[in-house]
């Protein structure tokens, strides 16, 4: 039986979210080692985190969150979800930005509370709709392509001379 779109939407956002929650972990340990432990600045350390978080989370969604979605093929994929996680770091280092130049709050807790915590946030959301829009279409999209079936017929076995 097939899914109501209701399921299918509560079936990514769950799997959407354990991605999520596991590259959060490691976007939040990366940019506190960075910015606590290495000295980074804080915008720096939010950027190495993120590269590095967003690359897990590509290969988590598109190999188990969206594996369900068409392939438009990799170079097609990748260099939208690059572009919409940069987007998406902008919103985060908007957040943690607002905070430290506009607010003036400094420390660990400011960091983490606007950095990963409404910065992530916002962004997540973001990311979300955008990768279910452009990155991992649905098989009836048409910028899907269709590619043609090879040719299924049995060959004639070569004449024995």
Not at 67 to 90: C, D, K, P, Q, S
Not at 139 to 146: C, G
Request: hydrophobic share 50%.
């Amino acid at each position: 039986m097939a899914r109501s779109p209701l399921q299918v939407l509560i079936h990514e956002v769950g799997k959407f979210g354990i991605v999520g929650a596991i590259c959060y972990a490691i976007d939040f340990a990366v940019s506190n080692l960075c910015h606590t432990l290495l000295g980074m600045g804080p915008l720096s350390a939010k950027t190495v985190s993120t590269v590095i978080a967003a690359t897990c989370a590509y290969v988590g969604n598109r190999h188990w969150s969206f594996n369900h979605r068409a392939r438009t093929g990799i170079r097609r994929e990748y260099t939208l979800f690059v572009i919409l996680n940069a987007i998406g770091l902008m919103i985060a280092l908007a957040c943690l930005g607002f905070a430290k130049y506009v607010l003036h709050l400094e420390g660990v807790l400011a960091f983490n509370l606007f950095g990963n915590v409404l910065g992530t946030g916002l962004g997540t959301i973001f990311r979300f709709w955008t990768y279910k829009k452009y990155v991992f279409l649905h098989p009836d999209h048409p910028k899907v392509a269709v590619l043609p079936v090879k040719d299924q017929r049995i060959p004639e076995p070569a004449a024995q001379a």
